[in-house]
Every structure is written in structure tokens, then in C-alpha cells.
């Protein structure tokens, strides 16, 4: 059997501490850490294919095809347990990234990255238009069950919880991932296609399953937006929202699972402190703290981590 | 009658507009050969290599390994069939560590595809990588990534990774180039010492004339897309034909064969 080892152990005892913190974290701050975790989620797709090589400028289409699945799931089909919709979004967007996969996996590099683009603009522009959507405006999503149960007004700690419970989980599968042949292998075709060729695997066929793994990973995360903001609009796949989670995958750096979702946590932080303070140049604040990020640590925040680990060990 | 060749070529045809790079090519290869593709730059020996791995597709023609037609077949599909290669340049991936390097090659070849959930790193094949490290007396480079061993030892790496799934014929495209004059016999005597323990056939690239007379009991010379030789190092070697066209052009010009 699989044994869960330190990190593992690590990363589940921090999602039970989180999600048991809903007892006594004020709402503002619960609810800026759903935020956070779900976009973390997000962001773990951006990494999963930073890892193999790839960078997609485009991530928010899979980011809203969560959300509007989770929406349109409670407003026009009337399923409403959330863990049937988180299903349904990352079912909904795996289904399209085996179809874009098949062109996309031909394109490296910034061709890869235009195009992804390209896509989540035309998703954008879909949903802009549609006015059983709501056009740009979008449309609310209705509260979700779980179970049967009905949180009622415990509705934002519920989404909360659960997402704790959802990225706890996916860091486990991801970090096992990340550790696996397979996770291994994509990073070898990100340093070398034609020896994984030669070597006996088919580059083009792992990068489509990674490809679709970000995919339902990213909607998992979209999904878990929806429910806790309680609307989706086509900004969701605008590409400033795209820019947005390679900005917090750089600011993590890919060197570890938990990266991102400490990334998400501090960008959200910031951005609502920056907001607060300098209400018209939150994205100048912003741009510095990359700007830091990548001349002073260009592994992201995590290489604090290692290094400190370096050191006491040394 | 003879065995069925291991791999053999039939009538290769291969042109890249105006030019023809390969030209009637017909070669067959027995099991436990070692034979030695010698001709000057851009005499066909590459194209020759890449057509028989599946990276080129022949213009015409056929390549039959072990009786079986290759023909159109990705060059992965003809790894898992037994036919392995080695690079001019080390192909690895330079950001992983040398044993890494060898985890990664191994697990591939070991379970078809890679699993997604089971960890690279296990004892036994940390053993086994370490076993084939050592084969090759550069298992004191396990933990360096590859970026920073020598270029020696990064061929042996690249060739080893070839040899990790037990291929029944090893392709080695030019394994001494780049590496210092000093250092290119140890290397093909631990090259050709783990190649016969393994009892691989091998059909290597090379340059250097002493080198191939050394090793090869058999040598193929190439000369504008076409074979104009194929026998005994000594018989082709002392061909006036080969003399003045591959041996002068080789850029080497060392025609002095070991005795």
C-alpha cells in the first residue's frame, strides 16, 4: 500500500488545522483564504505544466469554465450539491482540453502560450455575447448543498471548509505526482523531447495529459470561486485573470506543492492591503513585488524555504 | 542459409530536394556484429541512422529489425522493439542529477508507460541505475547533475540510458566526438566491454579511423549517399576507393590501423 509520507502528513494536518480555524477566524479572513485556496487551485494548473515546459497564458478558460459550470449547474440545471458540481466543472473541462489538447500539445513555447491565450479569449468573448448568461455581467450562483444538507447561513464557512478540504487533497495528489515516473518524465521532456522519444514514451501524448490534468485542476478551483463569491462573469477568462495566476505561480515558484497556495494567500493579502492604502496604484504595489520576487528570489518564495533548510542542515 | 539478419536495409532511397542523401542503400546486419559506419561529413551516415530509428522517414525503400518491417513506425515504437541509440551531442536532461538521469530512462523501461502515482525513486531501481552507473565507472558522479561532469562522462551517461532498457542493437552515433584525445580509448574499451557483456550488436558512427579499426569487425563506408565499401577493417581500409575518398576526406587522415 502507499504509505503518506512527511510532507503528505504535513500538507493534510494543514488543511485540517485550516478548515477547524473556520471556528475562530473571522469571516473576512475565512473568506480572503477561500479566495486564496481556490485560486491557489488555479495556479496549480499553471504549475503543473510549468513543470513539463509549458507556460499557458490562457489558464482563466479553465478557471471559467468552472465557475459558469457551477453556476449554470445550480441557476439552469438545478443540480446544487457542491461536490456534484465541482465534478460536473472539472468533468465540463476536461472534456474541452481533450479537444484543445489535441492542437495545443503541437505548439511549444510561446506559440503554446499565444494560442491558450487565443482560446480563453474566444471564451470571453462567447460568454460576453450570450445573453441567457448574462452578458458581461454575468449571472449569480445559487447557494449549494452538501449531501442533502443545507448550510443555509453557514453557507461561506461551508465553501471554506470545503476548500480546504479540496486543496489539501489535490496538493497530496499533486505533491505524489510530482514524485512519481510520471512527474518525473514531464520534467525530463521539459529539458529534453527528443531523449523521452528515443527513451521509449511519446512527449506529445504526456504533455495532453498534463495538459488535461491542469485543465481539471485550474476548473476545480474556478468552481470553488463561484460558490464562495456567489457570481461568474466573462472576466473570469479575460487575460489579465490568466496573467494573474502566472503572476502568483512565479511569485511561488514550482519547486513545491504548497508554493502556490502560499503564493495565493500573500497576493490576495497584498493586493487587498494595496487597495486599501494606494486605492489607484494597487498594481503598481503589485509590479514591485514581482519585480522583487524574480531579481531577488527567481525560484519564488519557496527558495526562502530551501534555503533556510540549506542552512540548518549545513 | 543465413539467419535473419537483425537489421537490414533494402534499396534506401532518400533525397532532401536536389540533393540525395541516401542512394540504394542495401545492408544487412547480423546478431552480435560490431560494425563501423565510416564516411566523410555529409556522406549519408547520419541519415542512414535516422532513417533505421524512425526520426526520417526514407524516400524509398525498406528496413526490416528482426524480420519485421520498421517502416513508418515512431522512433519510440522502434526503442520498445530493441533498438536503442546514443547521441553525437549526450542527450539528457541537464537539470536532474546523473542517477536521475538513469531513474528516468529506467522507468520507462521498465513498465511501458510511467506510473502516476508510484514514486521514480525505489530501492531496487536505485540499485539497478547505481549497477549500470557502475558498469560504466561513473557511478562516483550519482548525485552531480549532469551539467557539471565532463564530457566524457556524459557520453557514457547518454549511452548507458540507451542500454538500461536491454536493447538487442545499439545504434552509436559518433561516441568519442568531443571528447579529449586522451580520454577516447578508456572510454570505448568500457563502452565495448559493457556492449559485449551484454551481448548487444552495435552499429556505431565514427570519425576516427583508429578508433572504428580498433573495435569494429566489420566497417560500412559512405561516400555521397551511397556504400561504396563493406568488409573487414583491413580489407576496406586499404580499398584505394575509400583511401581517397572517406579516409582523405575524413579530416583526420590517419590511415595507420592497429595491429
Not at chain 2, 95 to 108: C, Q
Amino acid at each position: 500500500m502507499m504509505r503518506v509520507d512527511r510532507t503528505e502528513a504535513w500538507l493534510l494536518g494543514a488543511g485540517l488545522a485550516l478548515a477547524l480555524g473556520a471556528l475562530v477566524l473571522p469571516s473576512w479572513l475565512t473568506f480572503l483564504l477561500t479566495i486564496a485556496f481556490a485560486k491557489g487551485l488555479v495556479v496549480q494548473g499553471v504549475v503543473i505544466q510549468m513543470r513539463a515546459g509549458l507556460v499557458s497564458f490562457g489558464q482563466g478558460l479553465y478557471y471559467c469554465i468552472g465557475g459558469y459550470t457551477v453556476g449554470v449547474g445550480g441557476q439552469m440545471v438545478g443540480v446544487h450539491d457542491a461536490f456534484a458540481l465541482l465534478l460536473l466543472s472539472m468533468a465540463a473541462a476536461a472534456a474541452v482540453a481533450m479537444v484543445l489538447g489535441l492542437l495545443l500539445t503541437r505548439y511549444r513555447e510561446i506559440f503554446f502560450a499565444m494560442l491558450t491565450l487565443a482560446f480563453s479569449m474566444i471564451l470571453y468573448g462567447i460568454l460576453s455575447k450570450s445573453q441567457s448568461l448574462g452578458s458581461t455581467d454575468g449571472f449569480n450562483v445559487r447557494a449549494v448543498t452538501a449531501l442533502g444538507w443545507a448550510p443555509g447561513a453557514g453557507g461561506k464557512m461551508f465553501v471554506y471548509v470545503l476548500t480546504c478540504g479540496c486543496a489539501a487533497v489535490a496538493a497530496v495528489l499533486l505533491h505524489r505526482l510530482s514524485k512519481s515516473s510520471v512527474g518525473h518524465v514531464c520534467e525530463a521532456i521539459r529539458e529534453n523531447e527528443v531523449r523521452v522519444e528515443y527513451l521509449g514514451v511519446s512527449p506529445r501524448w504526456m504533455l495532453y495529459a498534463t495538459y488535461v490534468l491542469a485543465a481539471a485542476t485550474s476548473a476545480l478551483g474556478g468552481g470553488l470561486i463561484g460558490m464562495a463569491t456567489g457570481h461568474v462573469d466573462p472576466e473570469m477568462a479575460y487575460w489579465t485573470t490568466s496573467g494573474e495566476f502566472i503572476f502568483i505561480a512565479l511569485l511561488g515558484g514550482i519547486s513545491h506543492v504548497a508554493a502556490p497556495f502560499l503564493a495565493a494567500t500573500l497576493f490576495s493579502t497584498v493586493r487587498t492591503y494595496a487597495i486599501q492604502f494606494v486605492p489607484h496604484s494597487w498594481q503598481m504595489i503589485l509590479g514591485f513585488v514581482l519585480l522583487g520576487i524574480i531579481i531577488f528570489l527567481p525560484k519564488g518564495l519557496w527558495s526562502l524555504f530551501r534555503r533556510t533548510k540549506a542552512e540548518a542542515r549545513a | 542459409m543465413t539467419a535473419t539478419p537483425i537489421l537490414e536495409a533494402r534499396n534506401l532511397y532518400r533525397s532532401f530536394g536536389a540533393v540525395t542523401a541516401a542512394k540504394d542503400i542495401n545492408i544487412r546486419i547480423q546478431s552480435g556484429e560490431v560494425v563501423g559506419v565510416i564516411g566523410s561529413n555529409g556522406a549519408g551516415k547520419t541519415t542512414f541512422i535516422n532513417m533505421v530509428t524512425g526520426f526520417l522517414p526514407p524516400t524509398a525503400g525498406e528496413i526490416l529489425f528482426n524480420g519485421r518491417s520498421i517502416l513508418g513506425q515512431a522512433p519510440r515504437k522502434i526503442t520498445r522493439m530493441g533498438m536503442a541509440r546514443s547521441f553525437q551531442v549526450a542527450q539528457l536532461f541537464p537539470e536532474l542529477t546523473v542517477l536521475d538521469n538513469m531513474l528516468v530512462a529506467l522507468s520507462i523501461a521498465e513498465s511501458g508507460y510511467p506510473s502516476f502515482l508510484r514514486p521514480l525513486r525505489n530501492a531496487a531501481r536505485i540499485e539497478r541505475a547505481e549497477t549500470a552507473l557502475a558498469e560504466f565507472g561513473v557511478a562516483a558522479f550519482r548525485d552531480h547533475p549532469v551539467t557539471s561532469v565532463p564530457q566524457g562522462t556524459r557520453k557514457l551517461v547518454d549511452i548507458a540510458m540507451a542500454l538500461i532498457g536491454n536493447p538487442s542493437m545499439l545504434l552509436l552515433d559518433e561516441p568519442t566526438s568531443g571528447v579529449a584525445v586522451e580520454e577516447k580509448f578508456p572510454l570505448m574499451d568500457s563502452v565495448m566491454q559493457v556492449v559485449r557483456r551484454h551481448g548487444v550488436t552495435v552499429l556505431f558512427v565514427e570519425h576516427d579511423m583508429e578508433i572504428v579499426s580498433r573495435y569494429v569487425s566489420r566497417i560500412l563506408a559512405f561516400y555521397a549517399g551511397e556504400v561504396i565499401a563493406d568488409g573487414p577493417p583491413a580489407q576496406v581500409l586499404d580499398d584505394p576507393k575509400v583511401q581517397e575518398l572517406v579516409v582523405g576526406h575524413g579530416g583526420h587522415g590517419r590511415t595507420r590501423r592497429a595491429s
